[in-house]
């Protein structure tokens, strides 16, 4: 981030082209220092912004960010549009100097976004999970859970790894596609099951509701939890907070997000 050149014709990024970049980006130490920004009053990071599109037709979640050390500011876009059909979700970011005022970067993001929440939460479990901890849960293997994971394996000398998700019984490809990740992972037949003496559980599902009562955990474990953009959607009910310590990755502007 250091080395870009503010002079420079933009660069234009499709999926693909992102894909082809993500083996090459150091996500997780950039990350660290990101967040030390923001602890240092070098990074802005202000709440996100919703705007509803006329007639009910859908709507655009707006995240801006401001990067000093680097000299960049820029937002990602994220509509959500209404169709006949299945909706259309995307995520395009911009990003633009703040020493020209000129756009350097427009990509699509959300290949970024896997790899940002992913990074994020192994980053908390880098830095909170006990040193001992072996007992390693994954609920929800959707490609947030699966990102999770190639993030998360090398942190610990990981001794049983389980994933559940409810139709996962069903998919014998994904399964395969799963273990093919790491010969350690089993598939686990319920949240419970998974769960049984963990150590570290990450929760990535796009569940409304809560899917894990830490009540019922048989030891104190690390939770890391995702959500997703449901109204009111949390994957640990509010109420269990209270008795937990919580971390968040921007105190300033979770708790809105969190409802």
């Not at 920004?37 to 960010?65: C, M, S």
């Not at 990602?76 to 703040?98: C, E, H, N, Q």
């Not at 599902?205 to 009111?232: C, H």
């Amino acid at each position: 981030m250091n080395h870009i050149d503010h002079h420079a014709a933009p660069l234009l990024l499709n999926q693909q082209q992102v894909r082809d970049y993500l083996p090459a980006l150091p996500v997780r130490t950039a990350l660290s220092a990101l967040f030390q920004a923001l602890a240092q009053q070098r990074a802005v990071q202000p709440a996100q912004t919703l705007t509803l599109f006329p007639q009910g037709a859908g709507d655009v979640i707006t995240y801006q960010g401001v990067l000093a050390d680097a000299g960049v500011f820029g937002a990602k876009l994220s509509p959500y549009i209404v169709t006949d059909g299945r909706p259309v979700i995307s995520a395009w970011t911009s990003l633009m100097s703040m020493h020209t005022g000129q756009p350097l970067l427009f990509c699509d993001s959300g290949l970024l976004t896997v790899e940002r929440t992913a990074g994020t939460s192994a980053l908390a479990i880098e830095l909170l999970a006990r040193q001992d901890s072996r007992q390693l849960t994954l609920i929800g293997c959707g490609a947030l859970g699966q990102a999770h994971l190639r993030h998360v394996l090398p942190l610990r000398d990981w001794q049983r790894i389980r994933v559940y998700a409810p139709d996962l019984a069903a998919k014998q490809e994904l399964q395969q596609q799963l273990q093919a990740l790491d010969p350690r992972i089993q598939i686990s037949s319920s949240v419970d099951a998974a769960c049984d003496n963990s150590d570290v559980i990450m929760l990535c599902t796009s569940s409304a509701a809560a899917v894990l009562d830490p009540a019922t955990l048989s030891k104190p474990a690390l939770i890391t939890s995702i959500s997703t953009n449901a109204v009111n959607a949390h994957e640990v009910a509010p109420a269990s907070l209270a008795a937990m310590d919580v971390y968040c990755d921007h105190k300033h502007s979770t708790p809105d997000s969190a409802g």
